[in-house]
C-alpha cells in the first residue's frame, strides 16, 4: 500500500429529522487508497474488510506490463463479510485482465466496467473485449485522462451500441483530433466541434450508420456546448 487518503461527511440538514440531531449523528468516510503494482486479490479482500461501513476507491499502479486499475468497494453492513461486496474474484480478474490489454490506461470496475484507451485507434479493440467479457452489465470504453475525456462510447447494459457504431465513433475521433465531449450511446450521440462543417460531416456519418434504437439521435453543437446545433437521425440516410 502506497498513501491513504479521506474525506468525511454527515448527512447534511435537509436529510435529518432536525439540527440538533446533526450533534451526535454518525460520520461515514469514503476512502481513496493507492496501492502498488500487483496488489493481489486477497489484498483487496483486506481493504474492504478494513472499510466498516464506509466506502473506498483502490487505485492500483502501472508494472508489470499491466496499465493500472480501479476498483470501487463497499461494505455498507460494517460487519466481516464472507464474500467482496462489487468485487469478487471474477470482477478482480476482469478489471486486471482489461488493465492487461494494449494501449489500456486503466480499467475500473464499480457499478460499471470502464476501459480507459490512449488512442481513438484503440476504441474498436476495447470494445470489442467489453463486449465479450462482460455481458449484460454496464461497460464502456473512452479517450482520455482520468478528469478528461475527448470521445465516449457505451458498449454494454442499459444503452449499448452495435459494432457499426463503434467503428464510425472511432473512425469520426480518429479524423478529426479536435472533437470534444464526443458521447455515444444506443439512444443519443453528442459532440461538440470548433466548425460548422466538421458538425455537419459527423451528423453525416452517424446517418450512414444503422441505428441502435427507434429514435436514437445525433446532436452536434458548434463552437462551443451553447453554440449552433447540428442535429438528425442516425441511421436516416441509409
Known amino acids: 500500500m502506497v498513501k491513504v487518503t479521506a474525506s468525511y461527511w454527515q448527512p447534511d440538514d435537509s436529510h435529518c429529522v432536525s439540527r440538533e440531531y446533526l450533534k451526535t449523528a454518525a460520520w461515514s468516510a469514503t476512502f481513496t487508497v493507492q496501492v502498488r503494482a500487483g496488489f493481489t486479490l486477497d489484498e483487496v479482500r483486506a481493504v474492504r474488510t478494513a472499510l466498516g461501513s464506509s466506502t473506498a476507491t483502490v487505485t492500483a499502479a502501472a508494472g508489470d506490463g499491466v496499465a493500472a486499475w480501479e476498483l470501487t468497494l463497499a461494505n455498507p453492513s460494517g460487519e466481516t463479510p464472507s464474500a467482496p461486496l462489487l468485487v469478487d474474484e471474477q470482477g478482480y ?6 488493465a492487461a490489454l494494449p494501449d489500456v490506461t486503466v480499467a475500473q470496475q464499480g457499478n460499471s466496467t470502464t476501459i480507459r484507451v490512449r488512442t481513438p485507434e484503440s476504441v474498436s479493440a476495447a470494445a470489442a473485449w467489453l463486449r465479450t467479457h462482460v455481458g449484460g452489465d454496464d461497460s464502456s470504453v473512452y479517450v482520455g485522462t482520468a478528469k478528461t475525456w475527448t470521445t465516449y462510447v457505451s458498449v454494454t447494459g442499459l444503452s449499448p451500441v452495435s459494432e457499426a457504431t463503434v467503428e464510425t465513433a472511432a473512425q469520426v475521433a480518429e479524423a478529426k483530433p479536435d472533437v470534444l465531449r464526443f458521447s455515444v450511446s444506443g439512444s443519443l450521440v453528442t459532440a461538440v466541434v470548433p ?20 429514435g436514437q439521435r445525433v446532436s452536434v453543437w458548434w463552437p462551443d456546448g451553447n453554440g449552433h446545433e447540428v442535429s438528425g437521425s442516425v441511421g436516416s440516410a441509409r
Open 195 to 214: 466548425t460548422e462543417r466538421q458538425a455537419k460531416a459527423i451528423v453525416a456519418a452517424f446517418e450512414g450508420t444503422p441505428a441502435d434504437s427507434d
Open 93 to 98: 480478474r476482469l478489471v486486471t485482465a482489461a
